[in-house]
């Protein structure tokens, strides 16, 4: 999670050493711009293009008072669902696609012997599950309101009161050792056939790859029903800390790597996220990486491109902590 990083590089800022570059999320980066700690990329930023190839709702993050702060490295979503194929072939289970088919499929599997959702009782995955739950609850308007914008008439109102009937639905279909789990841990049982689905951000991903599994083979992806047209995410980027006037060579040289169509393509292939650029070659991914950046690109282009409340894309920590 960083959180012991975020620590030191406290430390190390206030004691006048701070580091060339770090990797972090969200309003963490806004947070060090506006105590003018991180360098300009402006000239870099510009000589690259990257206005032209990084999605708005990135450069929100990645970018303070009209400059270029931080380099992103890629764009993960967080409202996938995770299946194993064989346990859905068997009971007869097509994708959900809505609400009502994704708890019909659930009831199919308890009355089938099997877990219907893995999932770790921890906060952060708790709120991943909320916020494709509110999404899909109360679309995409309702979102924004209630978590971007904080508006207490939305955050009190009937539609949220249906999006926590919901999760206690979610909690009705987990099993009795769910609490503290770990997400890889949860996302194993999907892998070895103990249960159905898992709702989790498409990290999870390199977990099934890692264990030999192939998409749409073993396993399968999938938006959680009712979110088909959006993509929540989070983005790791590398904030470059002011070394002094100027940007470093170094740290121009890192940025440079960390947005070059070949790094971007290379590492998220691994990582299961999809590049922070809309215009790299998909075609060292697989079905599920395919998929991510076609998603991406359209919900970027149709402005159904939201940062995710669960990890830290929405609104600031202190907010994030008490809705934890």
Known sequence: GGSQAMTVLRARVTSGNPPTAVQMLGFDILDWANEG???????????EGWDDVVPV?????????????????NVHSTNWVWANKAILD??????????????????????????PIAHGGQAWQDATVFDAIAMSTGGPEFYKKAFIDLDSETLGSDTMKEAFDRMAVIRANVDDNFSGRDWNLATAMVINGEAAF????????????????????????????????????????????????????????????????????AFNVV???????????????????????????????????YGSMAHGHANPAAVKNAIY
Not at 57 to 73: I, R, T, Y
Request: aromatic share 8%.
């Open 57 to 73: 709702a990135l450069q929100k993050f990645a970018k303070h008072d009209g400059k270029w702060v931080s380099a992103p490295v």
């Open 90 to 115: 068997e009971l007869g289970i097509a994708v959900p696609t809505t609400w009502d088919e994704f708890v019909a499929a659930l009831e199919k599997v308890k009355a089938a012997g099997k877990t």
């Open 271 to 305: 990582k299961g996220s999809v590049p922070a650029r809309t215009d790299v070659s998909n075609e060292a991914f697989d079905a599920c990486g395919k998929k991510g950046m076609a998603d991406l690109k359209a919900a970027a282009d149709s402005g159904n491109l």
């Open 198 to 265: 898992q709702m989790m951000g498409d990290w999870a991903k390199g977990e099934f790859l890692n264990a030999g599994k192939v998409p749409d083979t073993d396993f399968l992806c999938f938006r959680f029903p009712g979110t088909q047209d959006q993509v929540t995410f989070n983005a790791d980027q590398f904030a470059m800390f002011a070394q002094g006037s100027e940007v470093g060579k170094e740290q121009a040289a890192l940025a440079t790597a960390i947005l070059s169509p070949t790094f971007q393509s």
């Open 37 to 47: 700690a991180l360098a300009n990329l402006n000239i870099l930023a510009g000589m």
